[in-house]
């Protein structure tokens, strides 16, 4: 086929609804309407005599075709985007793009930047807080600071676990000090109990502790994240289950206390990147400093890395 007669942007349409498996998600990226992009995949299945995709209710999936199409035009866009990445002039000062969890880069990662800096001062460092699933394409960070429940599955890339996540009640001492006795982990549920997210934490910690599920209190403030819980205890709003790598230095002043010694591992902390042994040396260099970070932060008093 003569190269004048290539529907490129047809290609490009198919090869973002092919990777989400989506033309809604295919029209955000693209920022055209998923109207266009049905129309382009239509018009790209005329060119072809044969459909790309089987249209179910509320989802597609790849037809042979397709998926052979899919698999050609993510290696070839991928391959011009790296050439093109490589022929764009160098930038005096050297900046590694990095996406991160909100409360990952307000409770832990941005107290500690100031220590790349002054490690690196040549390397700008540009942070994306942003929770969703990362791919890694051009346009896209070169590193990624995650958290998981179960495991790294982060598809088309790579993940190097940085530390177990272990949470644990804490307070004020000021709401310890006006409020009831903590003698037994059941004495909790007299206090207003902070949830992150949902309750499901809360659930997991008091079976730990041997609390019977019907004594749970079901009930306190829904908070989005562990930065806006930990906030809320240091106010004495309540008590939080609060990550021990996160709130180790406020531990460690006393500006929170931790009144029992049962902790629950819930998840883990992750690297990841499309190659973490293929990494440009400005991220390469901030790879090596969190791993440092995160291996300081377990080192603390009574933050131990369960496996």
């Known amino acids: 086929m003569k190269r004048g007669r290539l529907p490129l942007t047809a290609l490009r349409s198919f090869e973002v609804a092919g990777r989400h498996l989506s033309f809604s998600r295919a029209a955000e990226e693209l920022f055209v309407s998923q109207a266009a992009i049905s129309r382009q995949i239509r018009e790209l299945e005329i060119f072809l005599r044969q459909p790309l995709f089987e249209r179910h209710h509320r989802r597609v999936e790849l037809t042979d075709a397709g998926r052979r199409l899919l698999a050609q035009l993510v290696q070839s866009f991928d391959d011009i985007d790296r050439l093109l990445s490589e022929l764009v002039t160098v930038p005096a000062q050297s900046v590694v793009r990095v996406s991160v969890e909100p409360s990952l880069a307000s409770v832990w990662l941005v107290p500690r930047l100031n220590?790349?800096?002054?490690?690196?001062?040549?390397?700008?460092?540009?942070?994306?807080?942003?929770?969703?699933?990362?791919?890694?394409?051009?346009?896209?960070?070169?590193?990624?600071?995650r958290f998981s429940a179960h495991a790294a599955s982060w598809p088309h890339s790579e993940a190097e676990r940085l530390a177990s996540t272990v949470d644990s009640?804490?307070?004020?001492?000021?709401?310890?000090?006006?409020?009831?006795?903590?003698?037994?982990?059941?004495?909790?549920?007299?206090?207003?109990?902070?949830?992150?997210?949902?309750?499901?934490?809360?659930?997991?910690?008091?079976?730990?502790?041997?609390?019977?599920?019907?004594?749970?209190?079901?009930?306190?403030?829904m908070l989005a994240d562990a930065s806006l819980s930990k906030q809320a205890a240091?106010?004495?709003?309540?008590?939080?289950?609060?990550?021990?790598?996160?709130?180790?230095?406020?531990?460690?002043?006393?500006?929170?206390?931790?009144?029992?010694d049962i902790d629950v591992a819930?998840?883990?902390?992750?690297?990841?990147?499309?190659?973490?042994?293929?990494?440009?040396?400005?991220?390469?260099?901030?790879?090596?400093?969190?791993?440092?970070e995160f291996a300081e932060s377990r080192r603390a008093p009574d933050l131990g890395d369960p496996a």
């Open 115 to 145: 220590r790349f800096r002054e490690l690196r001062p040549d390397i700008d460092v540009s942070l994306e807080v942003d929770p969703r699933l990362i791919e890694f394409r051009g346009d896209q960070p070169e590193l990624a600071l």
């Open 266 to 292: 819930s998840g883990a902390y992750w690297l990841v990147a499309r190659s973490l042994r293929n990494l440009s040396e400005p991220a390469a260099a901030f790879a090596d400093w969190v791993r440092s």
């Open 169 to 221: 009640p804490v307070l004020s001492p000021a709401l310890l000090a006006s409020g009831p006795a903590l003698e037994k982990p059941i004495d909790l549920g007299r206090y207003t109990l902070l949830h992150e997210e949902n309750r499901q934490g809360w659930a997991r910690w008091f079976e730990a502790a041997g609390v019977p599920a019907d004594a749970v209190p079901a009930r306190g403030p």
């Open 234 to 260: 240091l106010l004495g709003h309540g008590v939080a289950l609060g990550d021990l790598l996160q709130i180790g230095e406020e531990i460690a002043s006393g500006a929170l206390i931790k009144p029992f």
